[in-house]
């Protein structure tokens, strides 16, 4: 456990679209006495949460919502004043009204955050549920001040004690704001001990350890003050590497140290530490691993087959939970902010009008927009989190085939079909690489993957002691073959589909960007398409020396640090009409044993290549099926024939 682990909680914050007129000065009055999330964090703070308890109905990982922080909001439905009608849920519009149109939302506020550089391109990402230093209170608005409640002065005091408590921690802050500076004035010319533009005092004499040194340190007790002015300090030596590297030490071996004392600091194993890091900037790099030490906010999907948010939010409130719409992005989700009640155990929770859903896990169904009447496939499904938001979004019409390789997973995922009235889904359970021979001709299929989950290191802190470079290849060889058996079980005859998403809750790389390029590659029928969501960061199209499909800048990445969300990634893909084929150029081919196939979209293939791509790659995927074969007759009782030479290396 790193040293940063107990320090979990920060504020809960709400959400951005939200503006101080439609919640009237209560808000108001609570954005203008915050402070940003990053510097709420001491490890020494006293936590000020409530602990709620809630079903594993969650999307991906599960636990770690038991804690809510007592936030400063008392619930009314009079606050919520409009609400937008959510166009990308492709589904029915809902019957569902917070407000007059008269206060039209302002624009969204722009995202405060210390780090903009990052290294993808596009423009700046916004963040979804913004700081709280979101700077979007009106404090002329002296009508409104008038208007303060005993409420609102609750939620002023508690706002306050936010504050102070924000205020006694300043941590890392100070790193992201030296890699900041960096990032603005890389060659600002500065010494040692002299000020910088900013007036804070540069860098003192840093000596970087050597080998030996830091030999002697694995083996002794940390010395964790030591360790986080080091980080501090090479983050700052990092961002002017001229002017304030030393004894002639490389970028490379400050880097080292560096992702050596984050590993240690926050408690991951340097491999994983060293993988996360080479994401971001620097600067970047310390706000993601910052906040993965903060829960994300709490939030429920309203269950649109049994009620209505409006409905459900009066209800909440009336037994005392305090909740505010989430972003215009979606018209179903409701933000946790305090329960006096345990939020997974309300009436209307074990009625099912709602779900506990992690904002994120939002993102690819609406990326997939079900149309009714469709047949859907859910590859990977429980606990069933997206499957019955599909279901919600076919208002019961057509059917959802709900599988999940984990028969025992299979029950939570029946029982929250039942508990939120799904009656147009089938449970299943096969491994997902054995469709379509099960079943095929999907007009869409969700392919929400099995993965590491890097995206929600702060609900399961294990992952990063618990993941290996192995775990990395193993779970992209089975995401690789997984993708394209849901894109081969998608008919490309649909009348109002054909498409596929597929999404984890990881930020790596190999299991996102690695897997969409090589669905590409293997069947070239399909393409990427825009997911549609209005937010998110392009996807990488180089990484690390590999280059990927310029398309892969189509899919969409989601970070805890920029958007407030569990880290998440979805592609979009159209399937398009395998081949037909050109008959007149298989009668030149004739005797010379090629026949040319004429895709959709003009390109012309060999079929041999066609076949050769449609398959798995034989050679780097045969060990890997070989072994599934053998975990499938273990399971059955029966004995497997001992291991190919080719499995023994690859397990080797
Ligand atoms: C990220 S979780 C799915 C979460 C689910 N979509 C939801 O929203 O509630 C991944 C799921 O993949 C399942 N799984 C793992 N390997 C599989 C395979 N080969 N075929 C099908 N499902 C698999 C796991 O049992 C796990 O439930």
Known sequence: MGRRAKNKQGPVQPLDDVSPKKLGKRKAVEDDASRPAKKAKSKDAPKKYRSVKFNEDAGGSSDGWEDVQDGAKIG?????????????????????????????????????????????????????????????????????????????????????????????????????????????????????????????????????????EREQEKISVPDVHLVQQRMRQCVKVLGRFKRLARDGRSRSEYVEQLISDIASYYGYNEFLAEKLFHLFSVGEAIEFFEANEVPRPVTIRTNTLRTRRRDLAQALINRGVNLEPIGKWTNVGLQVFESSVPIGATPEYLAGHYMLQAASSFLPVIALAPQPNERVLDMASAPGGKTTHIAALLQNTGVVFANDANKARTKSLTANVHRLGCRNVVVCSYDGREFPKVMGGFDRVLLDAPCSGTGVISKDASVKTNKSERDFTLLSHLQKQLILCAIDSVSPDSKTGGYIVYSTCSVTVDENEAVVDYALRKRPNVHLVDTGLEFGTPGFTRFRGKTFAPSVALTRRFYPHVHNMDGFFVAKFKVEKRAKVNKKQEEEDAGANTVEIVLEDGTVENQQEAQDKAAFDSDEDRPYLEDAKRRRMKAKGLRPPPRKASAVKAAA
């Open 76 to 212: 009314d439905l009079d606050d919520f004043l409009g609400d937008s009608d959510d166009d990308m849920l492709g589904g029915p519009a809902q019957e569902f009204d917070f407000g007059s149109d008269a206060e039209e939302p302002e624009e969204q506020p722009a995202p405060k955050l210390r780090s903009k550089k990052s290294k993808q391109a596009g423009p700046p990402p916004s963040k979804i549920i913004p700081n709280l230093d979101s700077d979007n209170s009106d404090d002329s608005d002296d009508e409104e001040e008038e208007r303060v409640t005993r409420a609102t002065m609750e939620a002023r005091s508690r706002a306050l004690d936010a504050q102070a408590e924000a205020d006694a921690e300043l941590d890392l802050a100070e790193m992201q704001a030296a890699a900041d500076a960096s990032d603005d004035d890389e060659d600002a010319d500065m010494d040692d001990g002299e000020e910088d533009a900013n007036g804070d005092i540069a860098i003192e004499p840093f000596h970087l350890p050597t080998a030996a």
